[in-house]
């Protein structure tokens, strides 16, 4: 009997064991699927190849809707191209803008900004002729770019600077120049309170510009997010997306309340932050080699959806609200060096 007793209590044991280790095997393959199913969320179709030097860094990529142009800047090229989004191929390569980061485009005058950091000029491109037509100097780094279309402004941060230069659309010129005490990040304009936001990353602020006056009229701190450097905005659920490059956060910040109200952990190397008003979706861009993807559930709700694995040194990206579509430059592939502009559709989440 007592051999009969020790013999179950054996087997019992041996079948505890057994399931022990089928449940933890399930749990690592349920976490490994989670995890793998990330790059789902995004799936390559396709690819552009670019005409300019292989191996060098990419920035800023914004899309002319109603022309189906992207238009994407080559930093280290001193390049900018415009493709066709229909053909997929370059139509025009614009030449001699040293140390090109952003683009933003003024569509009511019919031209496109550049800010060129190794000359520190605004360069300004006339969109019907499809032509460089002036370079307006600027102090130190020109980067971010955002218009007022109102006010018929276009707002530049020279972030070396620790300034925003405020462009007239209509005479291209520098008509005042904002200094503040910390470097400048991305600024955004936003048509419902009809105000400029601007990262002061140094200090972990949003600054609010008013077009009207070109006068601060506050600074907003942003919690636990630090170095604030990428933006986008939410503006009809009064929503900024903030990419906080010293800690690898993504903020979701109230423009109502002028508080965050949300944190979610991002891939390093976070930098350009967009956001698609039509799917509520935010994807940053990450040196490390991935896109971190968030849903945004309603104003006051959002969850992560996962990183998804791209060439390293992608950090920049754009969306096409018409497609969904999401484009994202490369400078290498498989640590081989490249020139191309990668294609994603979205898949959807579960």
């Known amino acids: 009997m007592k051999r009969f007793l020790l013999v179950v209590s054996v087997g019992l044991l041996l079948l505890s064991v057994v399931l022990l280790f089928a449940y933890e095997s399930r749990r690592n393959n349920s976490s490994n699927q989670g995890s793998g199913s990330a790059p789902q969320l995004l799936k390559q179709v396709g690819s552009i190849e670019l005409p300019g030097p292989k191996g060098k860094r990419f920035d800023y990529l914004t899309i002319d809707v109603s022309r189906h142009l992207l238009f994407s800047t080559h930093l280290g090229a001193g390049l900018l191209y415009a493709i066709d989004l229909r053909t997929k191929k370059v139509v025009k390569t614009f030449k001699n803008l040293p140390g090109i980061e952003g683009i933003e485009l003024a569509p009511d005058v019919k031209k496109a900004y550049t800010s060129n950091w190794q000359e520190n000029k605004i360069g300004v491109i006339d969109l019907q002729q499809m032509k460089l ?3 307006i100097p600027t102090e130190s780094k020109p980067d971010g770019i955002a218009y007022a279309a109102p006010f018929h402004k276009i707002y530049v941060s020279d972030e070396r600077a620790k300034a925003e230069a405020v462009v007239d659309v209509t005479k291209d010129e520098v008509i005042t120049t904002l200094h503040f005490d910390s470097e400048t990040g991305n600024p955004r304009y936003d048509p419902v309170s009809k105000r400029i ?4 990353q140094d200090k972990n602020v949003i600054a609010e510009i008013d077009p ?3 006068r601060e009229v506050a600074e907003h701190p942003v919690g636990r997010c630090k170095g604030n450097h990428g933006m986008a905005l939410d503006s009809e659920h009064r929503l900024a997306f903030l990419s906080c490059e ?11 309340t002028n508080q965050p109200i949300a944190y979610f952990p991002q891939t390093k190397g976070g930098d350009v932050i967009a956001f698609d008003p039509g799917l509520k979706r935010i994807y940053v861009a990450c040196y490390d080699g991935a896109i971190s993807v968030f849903q945004e559930d309603d104003a006051t709700h959002f969850h992560k959806l996962g990183d998804v694995p791209v060439q390293k040194k992608v950090h920049s990206l754009a969306i096409d609200p018409e ?3 999401v484009y994202a430059p490369e400078q290498e592939e498989n640590g081989a060096a490249a020139a191309k502009i990668a294609i994603f559709e979205v898949v959807p989440s579960s």
């Open 133 to 135: 037509i002036k370079k």
């Open 197 to 200: 936001y601007i990262n002061l």
């Open 212 to 214: 009207a006056t070109d």
């Open 246 to 256: 010293e800690n690898d956060l993504m903020t979701v910040f109230s423009l109502d």
């Open 323 to 325: 497609t969904h579509r």
